[in-house]
């Protein structure tokens, strides 16, 4: 798979800035213009793109009470899946306008196909890549209708055995699409810290030979900032404007104040890291100067020996290196040597 991948011109590798996706989902609660006020809270944020999803409760579901339909426990308890479904999708007629919405205030903005008709309808539409949710890994029709189109794919792994990761290359592979990128995902709503996983990313990136990054839905940015250290290069995470307003995703979702901050500390994270070296910065040299070394702590004169009452190992770094300490100790001075005076090669009878 290719390590550098361009979405809207926006570079992904491994030497790249973490690419952070805002995911909307149902956080819009069927307001047109709650969901461009989630886009436009975010403009100055450092995001680099907005996400939707592309369904209706017909594409995704049926409309059935059988038991299997029906969800038990959690934030959707007593829901069926087309109930769910119903309150939480993203009209469809809404998402042209927000993916230029998006592009005007400096982000892209790109969904979640659920079907093969919401495939066709991305790429009408001008949606620049494609990520395909956790459950539908194993969608093969549609993965491969996605890798034809030629753009980049998001792949979460949330449900996935190896296998299905390696059904899914394969399949993309054989559309010629290398542009695939997955996510370290565990699908829980919200997702328990202990189940998080994320030292799984480095080793994802290892075995599959792609880059990796994190669809995150645990609380908090401790875990996003996790990954980052780990070498995710994608953060995917759930944002609303008040988790108070409610919704379908409301209650594992970032509050957007957090989810500003949270990019604020990724990028700050990023200079952190710097580079793999052993060589020091450009401080770290400085600050050298202020370390030990030889000094003069006791007026010396000419031809006196030196003793451990007459120099010392001292604050500031412009004496002799104190390895030179001990063999010092027991020669003379070869001149008259004040208090204070940093220690030098041609002070010392050798």
Known sequence: MNKEIF???????????????????????????????????????????????????????????????????????????????????????????????????????????????????????????????????????MIRKIAKKGKPIIISTGTAHMEDVERAFRVCKEEGNEDVILLKCTSAYPCPYEDMNIKAIPLMEKTYGCLCGLSDHSFGSEVALGAVALGAKVIEKHVTIKRADGGPDGGFSMEMEEFIDMVRQIRNLEKALGRETLELTTLQEGARGGCRSLYVSKEIKKGEVFTEDNIKSVRPALGLHTMYYEEVLGKTATADLPFAKPLSFGDVMW
């Not at 989902?25 to 592309?54: C, P, W």
Request: overall charge negative; aromatic content about 12%; glycine content about 6%.
């Open 7 to 141: 979405i809207d011109g926006k570079r992904i590798a491994a030497d790249s800035p973490t690419y952070i996706i805002a995911e909307m989902s149902g956080n819009h609660l069927m307001s047109f213009e709650r969901a461009k006020d989630i886009i436009y809270q975010l403009k100055d944020s450092g995001v680099d793109a907005v996400k939707l999803q592309t369904y209706t409760a017909d594409t995704i579901t049926i409309n059935s009470d059988n038991p299997e339909f029906q969800i038990h426990g959690g934030l959707w308890d007593g829901e069926t899946l087309y109930s769910l479904y119903q309150k939480a999708y993203t009209p469809w007629e809404w998402q042209e306008d927000l993916v230029k919405y998006a592009k005007e205030l400096g982000m892209s903005c790109f969904s979640s196909p659920f079907d093969l008709t919401a495939v066709d309808f991305m790429d009408e539409i001008g949606m620049p890549a494609y990520k395909v949710a956790s459950y539908e890994i194993n969608d093969i029709p």
